[in-house]
C-alpha cells in the first residue's frame, strides 16, 4: 500500500511562494506518475500540475503556468511543487497523487493514491 503525506502548506501574503512536499511510502515510487491537485471551499477538486515517472512532460493548469513548478526526486520518494507568485484564488487545500500508469495525467480518475492535503492560504 502507497502512503501519501504532503507538507509544507501555510499562510503566506499574495505575491509570496511555498513549496509542498509529498513524501511517499511503498510502493514503487520512481514508476509511478504525481500530480498536485487542489480543492478550494465549495469547489470541485481541480488539476494543477503533473509529471511522469521520469520526470519529462510536466504539465500544468493554465491558472498556474508560469508560477508553479513540479519537480521529483526518486532517491528521496519526494514530489515537489514550487509555488511562487502566489494569488489570494490559489487558496485550497493541495493533494499530491500517485498513478501506477507512469504518465502525468491531468484528470484525478487516472490516480490510484492520494494525500490527505495540506492546506495552502493566500491573504490579500
Known amino acids: 500500500q502507497v502512503q501519501l503525506v504532503e507538507s509544507g502548506g501555510g499562510l503566506v501574503q499574495a505575491g509570496g511562494s511555498l513549496r509542498l512536499s509529498c513524501a511517499a511510502s511503498?510502493?514503487?515510487?520512481?514508476?509511478?506518475?504525481l500530480g498536485w491537485f487542489r480543492q478550494a471551499a465549495g469547489k470541485d477538486r481541480e488539476f494543477v500540475a503533473a509529471i511522469s515517472w521520469s520526470g519529462g512532460s510536466p504539465s500544468y493548469a493554465d491558472s498556474v503556468k508560469g508560477r508553479f513548478t513540479i519537480s521529483r526526486d526518486n532517491a528521496k520518494n519526494t514530489v515537489y511543487l514550487q509555488m511562487n507568485t502566489l494569488k489570494p484564488e490559489d487558496t485550497a487545500v493541495y493533494y499530491c497523487?500517485?498513478?501506477?500508469?507512469?504518465?502525468?495525467?491531468?484528470?484525478?480518475?487516472?490516480?490510484?493514491?492520494w494525500g490527505q492535503g495540506t492546506q495552502v492560504t493566500v491573504s490579500s
Open positions: 497523487a500517485a498513478s501506477t500508469t507512469t504518465q502525468a495525467f491531468r484528470h484525478p480518475v487516472y490516480y490510484n493514491y
Open positions: 511503498g510502493g514503487t515510487f520512481s514508476s509511478y506518475g
